[in-house]
């Protein structure tokens, strides 16, 4: 604002507001509200300040620069959370990626007959840890108990009633149950701890964890030469 001040006369304070908004664009993109946000309000302010009558004052008497000013606020405000909007949703779809990936490689797991079991869970474990972004998965034997539990829906219940979780998060106080089934059998369960602090994971997320461990569910089921080696 301070190097178009000399221009004043000559250039559309309309004109001078784009260019505002093209600084604001640029700070947005960053991905910062703070920054966002700070530079919307800082353009109408040295807008008013630098370009606006009476000059260097904090005052606008036109109409005109009035509209100007709460038209480049509203949209730095705006572009600053499409800009936010646009990262959460990439970022969502890099996650849902590297899910995929995981799921992926544990089929080709259960795909390979010489795959022993052991190193399947393991793996499993680990994918189940990253899509859930929990502390800990470990294989039990047990084949259910008094844990609250993650169902096939991807919906979790804990002493028989339905948990909330995008809006309260897992159970903390607890290990929650996942079954390791394969037409109708149970062989197990992974008991998930996320007792550090709240996870939200959404369902999409808790239906990939269910599918791995059914994945589990029908490599124990079904014979390996990992299993006669052994």
Do not use: K, M
């Not at 001078?16 to 946000?37: C, F, N, S, Y």
């Not at 800990?136 to 979790?156: I, K, Y």
């Amino acid at each position: 604002c301070a190097v178009l001040a000399p221009f004043r006369d000559d250039v559309a304070n309309t004109n001078v507001a784009l260019v505002l908004v093209l600084v604001v664009v640029g700070a947005a993109a960053t991905g910062r509200r703070t920054a966002g946000i700070g530079a919307a309000l800082s353009s109408g302010a040295w807008f008013d300040f630098f370009l606006t009558e009476p000059y260097h004052q904090l005052t606008i008497t036109d109409r005109t620069d009035v509209e100007t000013t709460v038209l480049l606020l509203l949209v730095g405000v705006s572009v600053t959370e499409i800009a936010l909007w646009g990262r959460r949703e990439q970022a969502r779809s890099s996650r849902r990626v590297g899910f995929l990936a995981g799921f992926v490689s544990s089929a080709r797991l259960v795909a390979a007959a010489d795959t022993p079991p052991s190193v399947l869970i393991t793996h499993v474990q680990r994918q189940i840890v990253e899509a859930l972004d929990i502390d800990e998965c470990r294989f039990d034997t047990a084949t259910g108990g008094a844990h609250p539990r993650l169902h096939a829906d991807g919906s979790v219940t804990s002493g028989g009633s339905l948990v909330d979780v995008e809006r309260d998060g897992l159970p903390t106080g607890d290990r929650i149950e996942l079954l390791i089934e394969h037409a109708g059998t149970v062989h197990g369960r992974f008991l998930l701890d996320a007792t550090t602090r709240v996870r939200r994971p959404d369902v999409d997320q808790r239906v990939i964890a269910v599918t791995l461990a059914q994945l589990v569910g029908a490599a124990l089921a079904t014979p390996r030469s990992g299993d006669r080696r052994t």
